[in-house]
Structures are given as C-alpha cells and as structure tokens.
C-alpha cells in the first residue's frame, strides 16, 4: 500500500527545487494588494502557508511586521534562511488551523499557493480571531496557463503520469467554496507572469510540484523521455514559456 502524504509533508523532499524553480509573483500584484491597506508600514501581515518565503519576502518590504506560518520544517528553514536579512519577518511553527497568533493582531491574512491544503472551515475561524476588525484576506495562485503547444503538451503529460495531478490540483476550488469562505464578499484581480525555461529548468520546475513523479518509478521515466521529446518539438532557440495568470482573491471573513 503507497503511503498517504499529509500536506504538511508534501514539499519536504523538494525545497531545492521550489526555491530555484518555482515563479513569484508579479510586482503589479504586490503593488496593489498593498494598495488596498492604508499606511502598510504601520500594518501587520500573517502569510499561511509561508513555504521557502517567496511571497513573505515580498510582503515584508512593505509591512511593519510579518509573520510566516508554516509546518513544514524543511520548507520553514528554507524560509527562515531565505529572510534573514528582513528583521520584520518573524517564522513560526505552526498551521492555517492555529497559528498560536493573538486574537485581533493582524490587518491582513495572505496565503499564496496554500489555501487548498488548508482545512477550509477551520482557516476562516482563524483568520476571524486573529484579524482586526477590519483586516483583509488575500488568496493567491499562480495559475498555470494552456496557450502555447508545448503547455498544453505539458498539462497533458502531467494528466497520463503525474501522482495525484487532478486531486490536489488548486484548479478543483469552486465559486461556492469562495463565496462560503470570504463572507463578507470577494473580489478577483488577475495579473499575468511569465518565467522561461531551458530544459534543465523545465525539469526543475516539474520536480518542484508535489505531484511529479519519484524516482525509480516508471512514471518518472516516461515522463522525463516525452517531456524532452515535447521540448524539442516545441522549444525556441533551447527555450520555452510558462504562462500564469496570477490570481489575487481579496475579501473580508466577516
């Protein structure tokens, strides 16, 4: 029987990976989410689900304070590592469900490639303790895009060989779930992102995912083996594109 992963577990074996490979985000998106708190400098931000601390570091060029949640302990090093030179950013050993942060002590909650992990119900009784009266809550995603061949080759070659690839897939999130959690209305901002590869990075990019295959698995072999043929076929000048759309989520628990 293959052995259940818990969420928290996941990205353990892939830190390297995610720190070189995986996108950030885009600098219009950070500009306005911060555009939307006033006098930033003197605010409070928890980041859940703070991973290698991409988006915290981010965040904390422009907060008082912030604060990364995250249970990994793999993926919290890397973090606190990461932003050792930010002396407002604080890690902690914790999860979405509790955080150990005080009641009222935060003006915005932010969670960027994380909020599917979390047990839903649980984040939002949390993030109604822990905000202030009214502090905001920001999802974020880097969505990958189908709009070249050779991404849309990619999507498929994750569909037939990658563990899990549909049901961990943040894409599975629907309108109700949303509505149920942001309470107090929601908006949606988009904002495009891009990061280029060669296919060493394309094969870095696909291990930072918790769903690619391990190796010694035929799955990974057989991906490995029509990825390169994929890259061939659809490469310019020994590069190719990953298109997202970053998606920004903004709203209020209550």
């Given at each position: 029987m293959d052995k259940i992963i818990k969420p928290t577990e996941r990205f353990s074996d892939r830190v390297a990976n995610y720190i070189k490979y995986r996108p950030g985000y885009p600098v219009e998106m950070v500009a306005f989410l911060v555009s939307q708190m006033s006098s930033p400098c003197d605010k409070t931000c928890a980041d859940f689900g703070s991973g290698t601390g991409i988006f915290a570091n981010s965040l904390a060029e422009h907060f008082k304070a912030v604060y990364g949640i995250e249970p990994n302990p793999e993926m919290r090093s890397a973090g606190e590592?990461?932003?050792?030179?930010?002396?407002?950013?604080?890690?902690?050993?914790?999860?979405?469900?509790?955080?150990?942060?005080?009641?009222?002590?935060?003006?915005?909650?932010?969670?960027?490639?994380?909020?599917?992990?979390?047990?839903?119900?649980?984040?939002?009784?949390?993030?109604?303790?822990?905000?202030?009266?009214?502090?905001?809550?920001?999802?974020?995603?880097?969505?990958?895009?189908?709009?070249?061949?050779?991404?849309?080759?990619?999507?498929?070659?994750?569909?037939?060989?990658?563990?899990?690839?549909?049901?961990?897939?943040?894409?599975?999130?629907?309108?109700?779930?949303?509505?149920?959690?942001?309470?107090?209305?929601?908006?949606?901002?988009?904002?495009?992102?891009?990061?280029?590869f060669d296919f060493a990075g394309v094969l870095g990019r696909l291990d930072s995912s918790s769903y690619s295959p391990k190796p010694g698995t035929p799955e990974f072999k057989s991906l490995r083996e029509e990825l390169s043929h994929a890259f061939q076929d659809f490469c310019e000048n020994g590069w190719v594109s990953f298109n997202y759309e970053t998606q920004l989520y903004l709203g209020r628990v209550g």
């Open positions: 590592q990461n932003l050792q030179h930010r002396a407002n950013f604080f890690s902690l050993n914790a999860t979405a469900e509790h955080s150990g942060l005080a009641p009222g002590s935060v003006d915005l909650i932010t969670a960027a490639q994380a909020f599917h992990w979390f047990d839903q119900d649980a984040f939002q009784n949390e993030c109604r303790r822990i905000l202030t009266g009214d502090g905001w809550v920001a999802l974020i995603w880097n969505n990958r895009l189908t709009n070249t061949a050779f991404l849309k080759r990619y999507a498929q070659l994750l569909s037939r060989y990658a563990t899990d690839y549909h049901e961990v897939n943040h894409q599975n999130l629907t309108a109700d779930q949303f509505n149920r959690f942001f309470q107090g209305g929601y908006r949606l901002h988009t904002f495009n992102n891009v990061q280029r």
